[in-house]
């Protein structure tokens, strides 16, 4: 089992910046994929980024150059660094994450693939 909280949200105006941060807890040996996804009122789930465990990522073409994911090894604390914020990024943000040890050449974005999931936190973005 493994617990996710996440934190780092709030409200900032167009063009700002944030930092989400994710700090898994429970039993576990090793976790092979992590993700972020976000949604916003009215709309289905959306995977914004993921790494696996061999430290690829993937991000979402509506991310890419803005957005950053990482991941702090030892604690499996999960990141988002998000710059140039727009009003469309507006939503719940949500960490993911997944035991199984599989490899993907490009961590999947789905949530179908994502079996732990936190509570979210709110990202407001204003124009």
């Known amino acids: 089992q493994v617990q996710l909280v996440e934190s780092g949200g709030g409200s900032v105006q167009a063009g700002g910046s944030l930092r989400l941060s994710c700090t898994p807890s429970?039993?576990?040996?090793?976790?092979?994929?992590m993700a972020w996804f976000r949604q916003a009122p009215g709309k289905e789930r959306e995977g914004v980024a993921g790494i696996g465990h061999d430290g690829r990522t993937s991000h979402a073409d509506s991310v890419k150059g803005r957005f950053t994911i990482s991941k702090e090894g030892g604690k499996n604390t999960l990141y988002l660094q998000m710059n140039s914020l727009k009003p469309e990024d507006t939503g719940s943000y949500y960490c993911?994450?997944?035991?199984?040890?599989?490899?993907?050449?490009?961590?999947?974005?789905?949530?179908?693939?994502?079996?732990?999931w936190g509570q979210g936190t709110q990202v407001t973005v204003s124009s």
């Open positions: 993911a994450a997944d035991l199984r040890p599989r490899l993907f050449s490009s961590p999947p974005l789905s949530t179908d693939h994502y079996v732990y």
């Open positions: 429970g039993f576990f040996n090793n976790i092979y994929l």
